[in-house]
């Protein structure tokens, strides 16, 4: 059978998941009546509560006696190791442009990649049902793009089309029939290649993907890059410097048919295959017949720019509330993630029983924590840092740098530019997008990011949209100032009380209900100055014999300010840490002890 190897990219919210469930209904790959949920490619809870995909994953379908291998990817920025390393298993792309929105950033990261593979693309309008869709407009702006990233010729020629992902249809011309999506699959065929790959060489493949499997342990999936992988056949696997990791043989090789995984006898070069029974391959590893003795090729990932400190739970309610608490458990799971996520890095901290995780953004490593916890685990997890690096030619100190793209209403622009200009952003670019916003492109180091989300859509009322994308290193820019108000810090351990927190109301903004246990050291609040504040949240009301003259007065109050992970985990300063249990989300000073905290304030000071 031929074979078609194509993965679908775009940036984040363009629909690709919702594209792929049409292909695969549209197909045949379902039964008439099988239920089938919606976005049926993101099938783990965390993906399905966010609305996002985290893991590239594989699917297949049969269009006209060929086979085609849909890859589809993340489109987060910060999950862009899972595209990087995907687009070798490919042979052509589908780049899906929101026909409202146009090239966003991560549209400009992933399609970058893939042309410098060579793959052929194919320029997908999604959306253009929308009532402000500009398809002629994006066009242009998809074109200008591609040669702004250095597209042959035959790249340059890519064939377009108009869809709608939801409704399920595509056509060549803006106003054609809109009948079904027969147009770009017989398109995928036309203009994707087979898998340039030799038959009649021994079997070799680079794991791609890894996964665990509770019945069959490691499971790599990759693509046959030459020879025919068999059931029970012998394998070594190489890696990347020629060095052996381990021999042993293919006990299960399963091929992908719609979105189940079917056992098959044998596999030939060029078809996507998962292949089971090996305990120690990872990826980028070639796993490949015996008598093969050179690795494959495999893609480099792009480094990490953050990373943060993930800690043992010290604090007085550690234990409680989690199944997996000691630095030994802590530091398996971080060392297990790395063999399926190259994009994360793990080390260990020159604290005590504290490890290093670096990753690409906030949102991957808030993933990761959220996993964790999920899992049973109990951690404290630092403020990000930037990974700063030192120029070898100039011996300069450099840091990461990010470009952000940013859609605002016109009233908001005014109070977006001036907060960007004080974390040290720089302004590219500004014109009216229609509908009465703006689009604003900064240039801007990363820690000027952290923790700035959540104020950015504080000052446009919710309705802005702030898309980010690392664009390299530059000179260190000078510090950055962070957050302006201090902390409400707990001075007694207990739960709190509705007296004691109503009269705390004043001071500032509560993170705490009545009812809820606190320790010293803990931050309840934000003050509404600058310095820090140690509070009792847990004072009871004297109570005595004598009625007052008069009722007691209503004790309401104002609902607090409930922070999910990746909000305490961008609001936390250097000197705080956030608690990460299954059951709840804390933010505490690292030293809990008032007279230490004084203490390493006033070496600070003298340092």
Known sequence: MDIRNIAIIAHVDHGKTTLVDQLLKQSGSFRENQHVAERAMDSN????????????????????????????????????????????????????????????????????????????????????????????????????????????????????LYASGRQGWADTEIDGPRKDLSPMFDLILRHVPPPAVNKDAPFAMVATILENDNFLGRVLTGRVEQGTAKMNMPVRVLRPDGSVVETGRLTKLLSFRGLDRVPVEEVEAGDIVAVAGLSEATIPETIAAPEVTEPLPSTPVD??????????????????????????????????????????????????????????????????????????????????????????????????????????????????????????????????????????????????????????????????????????????????????????????????TQYSLFSLQDRGTLFVDAGEKVYVGMIIGEHSRENDLE???????????????????????????????????????????VEVTPSAVRIRKRYLDPHERKKRERQGTVD
């Not at 500009?134 to 890519?158: K, S, T």
């Not at 209503?554 to 300010?561: D, E, S, T, V």
Request: one cysteine or more.
């Open 45 to 160: 809870d965390l993906e399905r509560e966010r609305g996002i995909t985290i893991l590239a994953k594989c699917t297949s379908v049969v269009w006209k006696d060929t086979r085609i291998n849909i890859i589809d990817t993340p489109g987060h920025a910060d999950f862009g190791g899972e595209v990087e390393r995907i687009l070798s298993m490919v042979d052509g792309a589908v780049v899906l442009v929101d026909s409202a929105e146009g090239a966003l950033p991560q549209t400009k990261f992933v399609v970058g990649k893939a042309l410098a593979r060579g793959l052929k693309p194919i320029v997908v309008v999604n959306k253009i049902d929308r009532g402000d869709a500009r398809p002629d407009e994006v066009h242009n702006e998809i074109f200008d793009l591609f040669a702004a990233l250095g597209a042959n010729d035959e790249q340059l020629d890519f064939p377009m």
């Open 303 to 496: 480094p990490p720019t953050l990373s943060m400190t993930f800690r043992l739970n010290d604090g007085p309610l550690g234990g409680r509330e989690g199944k997996k608490v000691t630095s030994r458990q802590i530091r398996d799971r971080l060392f297990k993630e790395t063999e399926g996520n190259i994009a994360i890095r793990v080390s260990e901290s020159p604290e005590s029983e504290a490890f290093e995780v670096a990753g690409r953004g906030e949102l991957q490593l808030g993933v990761l924590i959220e996993q964790m916890r999920r899992e049973g685990f109990e951690l404290t997890i630092g403020r990000p840092r930037v990974l700063f690096r030192t120029n070898e030619e100039t011996g300069e100190r450099e840091e990461p740098f990010e470009e952000v793209l940013i859609d605002v209403d016109e009233p908001y622009s005014g109070v977006v530019v001036e907060k960007m200009a004080l974390r040290k952003g720089i302004m590219q670019d500004m014109q009216p997008s229609g509908g009465g916003k703006v689009r604003l492109s900064f240039l801007i180091p990363s820690r000027g990011l952290i923790g700035y989300h959540g104020e950015f859509l504080t000052d446009t009322r919710g309705s802005g949209i702030m898309n980010r994308l690392f664009s390299g290193y530059q000179p260190y820019v000078g510090p950055i100032a962070g957050r302006r108000n201090g902390s409400l810090i707990s001075s007694e351990d207990g739960t709190t």
């Open 535 to 577: 509070v009792n949240p847990i004072r009871e009301k004297k109570l005595t014999n004598i009625r007052a003259a008069g009722k007691d007065e209503a004790l309401l109050l104002i609902p607090p300010r409930k922070m999910n992970l990746e909000q305490a985990i961008a609001y936390i300063e250097d000197d705080e840490l």
